[in-house]
């Protein structure tokens, strides 16, 4: 996309099978590895020491209070100790779906039910998503926001569903 999009520059990436050292400390689910400079970027001023040089494990269980992880440094940090809301926890507000462009879930799903946004690229146009893209430092996951922005528009679709019957 001439939008600055990362996801097509991106490799795609396989998480490979799960080992103990891919469990999040405290819920015991699986995390996806997420590289040194995207966590040392996001934990809090205070906590940055702590970081290393190691990459990290973002915990994915919404109802977790732990973000990041890595079990061989004995070092986590929980969602106090990040400095933006990580959009699929418990209670994140705002709840980003393009940290880079500051854009919510909930703009997104606006621009779906109110103007009739249907793509990635209807999105872009309205809202500003992904014209900033410097997702690495910016996106808890570390990679591009395009899923995320999809999976808003297939809310708002579901709610345009829902009011026409």
């Known amino acids: ?5 990362c996801c ?12 103990s050292s891919t469990l999040c400390p405290v819920c015991r689910k699986p995390g996806v590895k997420v590289k040194n400079i995207t966590v040392k970027h996001l934990v809090a001023d205070e906590f940055i ?12 269980n919404e109802g977790c209070e732990v973000v990041y992880y890595n079990l061989k440094l004995a070092v986590k940090f929980d969602k ?3 400095r933006v809301p990580v959009w699929f926890k418990k209670d994140a507000d705002p709840k980003y779906v393009c940290y880079c462009s500051r854009v919510t879930e909930e703009e997104v799903i606006a621009a779906v039910v109110k103007n009739g ?12 998503a992904m014209k900033n893209a410097r997702c690495q430092v910016n996106n808890p996951l570390g990679k591009c926001c395009h899923p995320a922005i999809r999976a808003a528009i297939e809310k708002g679709l579901a709610v345009n569903n829902q009011s026409s019957v």
């Open 1 to 5: 996309m001439s939008n600055g999009c």
């Open 8 to 19: 097509c520059r991106e490799k795609k990436v396989s998480l490979g099978p799960e080992d």
């Open 49 to 60: 020491d702590q970081v290393g040089n190691a990459d990290y494990y973002l915990c994915m």
């Open 80 to 82: 106090k100790q990040i």
């Open 117 to 128: 946004a249907s793509t990635v690229e209807d999105i872009v146009n309205l809202t500003g």
